[in-house]
């Protein structure tokens, strides 16, 4: 069974910084891209960042570009996002999903808020 | 940056119902959307890949179709698990999810 399990989320300071993880089970995790997905209060869903299975291409949103940077450990079966500069437009629940032709699986999320 | 703008943003419908939701792209994306159902705390689930490939599991009352610019979901007979947020999502250049449609009780 495909597994996704976001870890790392939680509250922080703006211009804090924040490590989410999401460890993956139950599949090839080296043969996958991956992504994270945001979804900020009451809102709409939104793409940050993707990465391939062997880390050779990496994309991220405007809105986290510069401040974000997406990971993996294939050995670890794992991904992560590191969040620097973090802003209070940041908070929101963060998604890990992995990507066949769209978002096959998701994990069940992790809420980061940004506040003082 | 391809747009995605989905209609309508809310929707009420009774059990029964033939549901129809779109998706329209700034720009054409060939057939590289994705169709997904979002229930409250929950994290979203893939219905239709490939503007109208049913993902595995998914009850065949979900279809979708299109290609280009214009897309659209269709629920021939709504159920009440079906009540529920609806994303489209284009992977043809980067991603960008439509703004949601809430599939409401009448």
């Known amino acids: 069974e495909v597994q996704l399990v976001e870890s790392g989320g939680g509250l922080v300071k703006p211009g804090g910084s924040l490590r989410l993880s999401c460890a993956a089970s139950g599949f090839t995790f080296s043969s996958y891209s991956m992504n994270w997905v945001r979804q900020a209060p009451g809102k709409g869903l939104e793409w940050v960042s993707s990465?391939?299975?062997?880390?050779?291409?990496?994309y991220y949103a405007d809105s986290v570009k510069g401040r974000f940077t997406i990971s993996r450990d294939n050995a670890k079966n794992s991904l992560y996002l590191q969040m620097n500069s973090l802003r209070a437009e940041d908070t929101a629940v963060y998604y890990c999903?992995?990507?066949?032709?769209?978002?096959?699986?998701w994990g069940q999320g992790t809420l980061v808020t940004v506040s003082s | 940056a391809i747009q995605m703008t989905q209609s309508p943003s809310s929707l009420s419908a009774s059990v029964g119902d033939r549901v129809t939701i779109t998706c329209r792209a700034s720009q054409g994306i060939r057939n590289d959307l994705g169709w997904y159902q979002q229930k409250p705390g929950k994290a979203p689930k893939l219905l239709i890949y490939?503007?109208?490939s049913l993902q595995s599991g998914v009850p065949s009352r979900f279809s979708g179709s299109g290609s280009g610019t214009d897309f659209t979901l269709t629920i021939s007979s709504l159920q009440p698990e079906d009540f529920a947020t609806y994303y489209c999502?284009?992977?043809?250049?980067?991603?960008?999810f439509g703004q949601g449609t809430k599939v409401e009780i009448k």
């Open positions: 490939a503007a109208s």
């Open positions: 999903a992995r990507m066949v032709a769209d978002f096959d699986y």
């Open positions: 999502l284009q992977d043809y250049n980067s991603w960008t």
């Open positions: 990465i391939s299975s062997s880390s050779s291409y990496i």
